[in-house]
């Protein structure tokens, strides 16, 4: 869903374990929101060569409350983030959850 997709930039707020990914599609900014954050592992070592396009975007539900993102990047890294919740805008009108 998310193929090509062009990482722009990450912020995390500690207080809120609040976690932003931004993306350009379409020439366009878009943000992937995570919530309450437990886990995230950014890695930037480029095996296959530099890209900051994703490749692909996996969701896999950890148990009743958690669930772990995976995002692999076109360079061959894979960035991890473990929250309660992963939300793509309103105008992809997309909200994946955890099942409680």
């Known amino acids: 869903m998310m193929h090509d997709w062009t990482l722009t930039a990450f912020e995390y707020s500690w207080k809120n374990k609040r976690l932003v990914v931004s993306v350009r599609?379409?020439?366009q900014v878009h943000d992937l929101?995570?919530?309450?954050?437990s886990d995230v592992h950014?890695?930037?070592r480029a095996p296959w060569g530099p890209s900051a396009?994703?490749?692909d975007v996996s969701v896999l539900v950890l148990d009743q409350a958690t669930q772990r993102t995976s995002i692999e990047v076109q360079s061959g890294d894979t960035?991890?983030?473990v929250?309660?919740?992963f939300e793509l805008e309103e105008w992809?009108?997309?909200r994946v959850r955890?099942?409680?």
């Open 25 to 27: 599609y379409r020439q």
């Open 33 to 37: 929101l995570f919530e309450q954050v």
């Open 42 to 44: 950014i890695v930037q």
């Open 53 to 55: 396009s994703i490749n």
């Open 79 to 81: 960035i991890e983030i």
């Open 83 to 85: 929250s309660a919740t």
């Open 92 to 94: 992809i009108a997309t």
């Open 98 to 100: 955890a099942e409680r």
